[in-house]
């Protein structure tokens, strides 16, 4: 018999077995199907979910990043408008009146750190210095209205330091060791000197608003760069 005769039996029972077959062939090849279409499906959102948690996870970590680097970003350097030179009202401030001179050697300073007097051609660049500067070159950036901040390595700490270097602006300002101090810190400017034993002292502040970049200075808006370079600049 074939395959047509057995699809168009005349035996009832024969035919209704033969119509079972195939009606279970179709739903068979549906349900194939429908398993296939539902395995794709799951695929897709599985695929999907990898790519939002993906998504998701590089967001939070720049966020992460964003955050982290406002957090632990160093503080802005201060600013403060140029000084007028006068800080008398300052508890404990020293005023002198040296000669401006330039000269070739050294020079014996009548203030220990110098404050003024004659000094080198060469202005020293401001900026931090982590060995001791020649006295001739810094007093020439005093004169262009630079404030000197020295500290005695005996009498200080690492701390001491670090908190000196963030109360100071990023320009017309030099910070370097001085050995021998008769007091740990002492902050100077042309013609004036301040000396102090904590790097918290709040007169720090009072002295800078008053001295620097001070129109009272012998060169008062001189540059404080594009001079002489000492070892130990950072």
Same mark, same amino acid.
């Given at each position: 018999m074939t395959p047509a005769d057995k699809r168009n039996s005349g035996n009832p029972a024969t035919q209704?077995?033969?119509?079972?077959? $195939? %009606?279970?062939? /179709?739903?068979?090849?549906?349900?194939? %199907?429908?398993?296939?279409?539902? %395995?794709?499906?799951?695929? /897709? /959102?599985?695929s999907k979910l990898v790519w939002w948690i993906v998504g998701s996870t590089a967001a939070i970590v720049i966020v992460g990043l964003i955050v982290a680097s406002i957090v632990f970003a160093p503080a802005p350097a201060p600013t403060y408008e140029r000084g007028n030179g006068d800080g008398a009202a300052i508890e404990g401030i020293?005023?002198?009146?040296?000669?401006? &001179?330039?000269?070739?050697g050294d020079v014996e300073y009548e203030q220990t750190p110098p404050a003024g007097g004659d000094h080198n051609v060469a202005w020293l660049n401001c900026g931090v210095y982590t060995e001791p500067v020649p006295n001739v070159n810094a007093v020439h950036s005093l004169e262009h209205g630079a404030v000197w901040v020295t500290y005695d390595p005996a009498q $200080?700490?690492?701390?001491?330091?670090?908190?000196?270097?963030?109360?100071?602006? &990023?320009?017309?300002? $030099?910070?370097?060791?001085?050995?021998?101090?008769?007091?740990?810190?002492a902050i100077s400017a042309w013609n004036a000197q301040l000396k102090l034993d904590s790097a918290d002292d709040p007169r720090i502040e009072e002295f800078l608003t008053a001295y620097w970049r001070s129109t009272s200075a012998p060169e008062p808006n001189a540059a404080c760069t594009g001079g002489f370079n000492a070892p130990g600049k950072k």
């Open positions: 209704a077995q033969i119509n079972l077959t $195939v %009606k279970q062939q /179709r739903e068979q090849k549906r349900q194939e %199907k429908l398993a296939e279409y539902q %395995k794709q499906l799951a695929k /897709r /959102r599985r020293e005023t002198f009146s040296n000669t401006a &001179n330039h000269v070739e $200080v700490t690492e701390a001491d330091i670090t908190a000196l270097e963030d109360q100071l602006p &990023n320009t017309y300002t $030099v910070l370097s060791p001085y050995e021998d101090m008769d007091r740990p810190i």
